[in-house]
């Protein structure tokens, strides 16, 4: 938990409790109780000093940590194809070596990419790449009362564009962030113009390159649109800044122009604010730093248990502290700048003194209102990494962290100012003076522009739960990752200075981490907006003035002093526990349609095997009845000698040739008797003919019964041929295979001498 303490924005000693009292980015405090008399407050504070707040960027948890597996790619890469989106050249695609050899410069009808600003010699808060106008010279001729104005078109040279970075603070010249995919409409950003105390002072080549942000082609002719000039300061703020150099615009010098302010404060108005914000919610909180509950605090006639005019008074605090105010005024400007581009196809110029803070804030606000495809992960990243990082916004000095140059703010806790009561443990009558005074405070740097910024667009998506693709969840989890430091994506000021102290390759990426997160476990990660529906609002979303009222974000703002009231809401969390159950039946179902599958194909394949079966059970039935029908017809055969046919158990065939087919006792003449090879005994002179019928060939006429048939067969030809199957042995239409006898039967035939009688 090291990089923890980079969340730490002030320290208070406090002398009565002997107590150290810490207070982080994230609304978080937490206090140290020592015992009396001891010298331990002192070696801790130093301790998580050195910790919290590191004099080198070096000593940064970032680097520290050790190598991540959370590589960045090249930022440069990823902006470039922001570009080739915005000026629909989405064909394009960005690499590495097209960033090394400059050759990145396309261009549409109106846009191009210029390559001045790649070693950051014209701003080096600025990224390397910029937008700008292709043509930026005009001529207007004056005819009788009426200005009637003739555009000349002439390309915008970088020696024009590097003129006009004179005449604005920190060079920080009208550059393009933004432009419509049907009107050509744009949204431009730079920093204040240097008018000088009386307002007095003009540059001719700023004047003309602000004019061609109104360009616009009708029918392939040039034309002007209006154009708005947004400035977001007050305006006896911009007039104060005429003092030292600064000041805003006169619509006198930019033709066709109007100027408008938003009335929005200063960084240091936003870091008081917060701190009231952040004691207000450690006052009335449900768990406060001194541990004890609004509820029984001063009897409870702040909050729970006191009566109406006490919890009024109380409630009232939280509009004291004036963020919420401030949020109205950040929302409410954007939307302005939204309709203004989208409703009347006008091109609006945004920027306040130096054009990082406010101008980012209500740049990307605009934009993220603009195009839809801000609203999704991919998108809201371009944003950030365009509208924030690309175009210099001091992270290193807004969040407190020790920069290129190793320095970094103040580090004592502002006191709370103001009509708000402090929580017990800072108003003991015997605490020690804080460190550093409120002036002395407020002349650090710090101040929360960013986390102001996603509070504004954690309002958005409470007006609109079905136009984002992520949650507040995802937004808490974003915004503690920044304060914290743990990766290197919003360290320095300036994407040079991150260039400089070679952050690309040395620290984890924060995107790659929320990617990684949101694949392990897809669409049910918290992450992720249950409610998202990419066509409900696939335009531009412009909230009424109904809709900008304000409130606490409760999953950022009261996570520690009301754990409770942060959670998301029942109806949220209901939603989400019913996707994660419909995720896991979604996952049931593809496993039993996968099971299904499987078992289809078994089935298929024993359907198969089953008609195989089928077909070879058949052709054995058919085999069977064959040899069914052949035996019949050798047993008709064999018959139609004489003979009788025996079939024993094992299924041997034996044909028994009678001796006396008449029945009379004649005396019969035996034949010779014929000894065994082995001299044994002699056989009987009245055995019976016995013939072992077996199967040997197809050839019936070779086959010995043949020889038999041909011998004895009583339907014999004259000529001596075999009448079969025409003769009455056989009847049927197949041919049996034959038969092999045991000739030797023969020897003991015996014959009746009626046999030879004629």
């Avoid at 690499?95 to 090394?100: A, D, H, I, N, Q």
């Avoid at 034959?738 to 004629?758: C, M, P, V």
């Amino acid at each position: 938990m090291l990089f923890w303490f980079s969340n730490l924005i002030g320290m208070e000693i406090m002398d009565l409790k002997a107590s150290l009292t810490f207070a982080g980015k994230d609304m978080r405090i937490i206090v140290f109780g020592f015992r009396p008399r001891t010298k331990q407050r002192r070696v801790i504070f130093d301790a998580l000093l050195r910790c919290a707040k590191p004099a080198r960027i070096w000593d940064l948890y970032a680097f520290t940590c050790g190598p991540s597996k959370f590589s960045k790619p090249n930022s440069k890469v990823r902006l470039l194809n922001e570009y080739f989106r915005l000026l629909r050249k989405g064909s394009h695609c960005a690499s590495v070596s097209m960033v090394e050899e400059g050759s990145f410069t396309l261009s549409n009808d109106l846009w191009r990419i210029s390559n001045t600003n790649s070693n950051y010699t014209v701003c080096s808060s600025y990224p390397f790449a910029l937008i700008v106008p292709k043509s930026i010279s005009f001529i207007i001729i004056a005819i009788s009362k009426e200005l009637i104005f003739i555009l000349e078109l002439i390309f915008a040279s970088d020696e024009e564009v590097i003129q006009a970075s004179t005449f604005r603070a920190r060079c920080r010249i009208p550059v393009v962030s933004w432009c419509h995919p049907g009107t050509g409409a744009v949204l431009a950003r730079s920093a204040q113009p240097l008018v000088g105390l009386m307002m007095n002072m003009r540059s001719n080549a700023d004047e003309k390159l602000v004019a061609s942000l109104c360009t616009q082609l009708v029918d392939g002719k040039s034309s002007r649109r209006k154009l708005y000039i947004a400035d977001a300061r007050p305006r006896k703020n911009a007039l104060a800044n005429g003092a030292m150099g600064g000041g805003s615009e006169s619509s006198s010098n930019y033709f066709h122009s109007e100027i408008v302010f938003f009335g929005i404060d200063n960084i240091h108005a936003m870091r008081e604010s917060f701190a009231r914000l952040r004691d207000y919610l450690d006052t009335h909180g449900a768990a406060s730093s001194d541990g004890m509950s609004s509820f029984l605090r001063h009897g409870g006639s702040t909050w729970g248990g006191g009566n109406l005019s006490s919890m009024s008074a109380s409630v009232s605090t939280l509009g004291d502290s004036g963020w919420l105010i401030h949020v109205q005024s950040v929302l409410a400007g954007s939307a302005w700048i939204a309709a203004r581009i989208a409703l009347e196809s006008a091109s609006v110029l945004v920027h306040c003194s130096d054009g990082w803070d406010r101008t980012s804030q209500l740049v990307s606000l605009a934009n993220l209102m603009l195009d839809p495809y801000y609203r999704t992960f991919s998108g809201f990243q371009a944003l950030v990494e365009k509208d924030w990082l690309a175009f210099g916004h001091p992270f290193a000095d807004r969040i407190g962290m020790p920069s290129v140059s190793g320095t970094s703010f103040d580090l004592t806790r502002q006191s709370s100012t103001g009509n708000l009561s402090s929580s017990p443990v800072r108003q003991s009558s015997g605490s020690f003076t804080p460190q550093t005074s409120n002036t002395s405070y407020a002349q650090n740097n710090y101040s929360p522009i960013f986390l102001q910024w996603v509070d504004c667009v954690s309002q958005l998506l409470r007006v609109y739960p079905f136009a984002f693709e992520f949650s507040s969840t995802f937004l808490v989890d974003f915004l503690d990752c920044v304060l914290s430091c743990r990766f290197g994506n919003f360290l320095c000021n300036s994407e040079k200075e991150r260039e400089k102290c070679g952050i690309y390759e040395a620290c984890g990426c924060l995107w790659a981490y929320f990617a990684d997160l949101r694949s392990l476990e897809g669409s049910s990660h918290a992450h992720y907006n249950l409610f998202y529906d990419p066509l409900k609002h696939n335009g531009p979303i412009f909230p009424p003035a109904a809709a900008l009222a304000p409130t606490l974000w409760p999953q950022f703002h009261l996570r520690w002093a009301c754990p409770s009231e942060s959670q998301a809401g029942e109806l949220e969390a209901e939603s989400r526990s019913m996707a994660i159950k419909f995720s896991e039946l979604q996952k049931a179902k593809e496993a039993a349609e996968m099971k299904a599958k499987e078992y289809s194909v078994a089935m298929e394949t024993l359907k198969a095997e089953l008609r195989n079966e089928k077909r070879l059970s058949s052709s054995a039935v058919n085999l069977a009845q064959r040899a069914s029908k052949e035996s019949a017809a050798i047993k008709r055969a064999i018959l139609s000698l004489g003979c009788r046919v025996n079939y024993t158990s094992n299924g041997d065939c034996t044909v028994d040739v009678e001796s006396n087919p008449t029945g009379s006792q004649e005396k019969s003449i035996q034949s010779p008797p014929r000894k065994e090879s082995d001299g044994t005994k002699e056989r009987d002179d009245n055995s019976d003919l016995s013939v072992s019928v077996t199967v040997v060939s197809d050839d019936v006429s070779s086959s010995p019964l043949g020889q038999v048939c041909e011998t004895l067969c009583p339907s014999r030809t004259r000529d001596g041929s075999c009448q079969w199957p025409s003769a009455g042995c056989a009847q049927l239409g197949s041919q049996f295979v034959g038969l092999k006898a045991n000739f030797d039967a023969f020897d003991h035939l015996s014959i009746y001498d009626s046999y030879f009688e004629s």
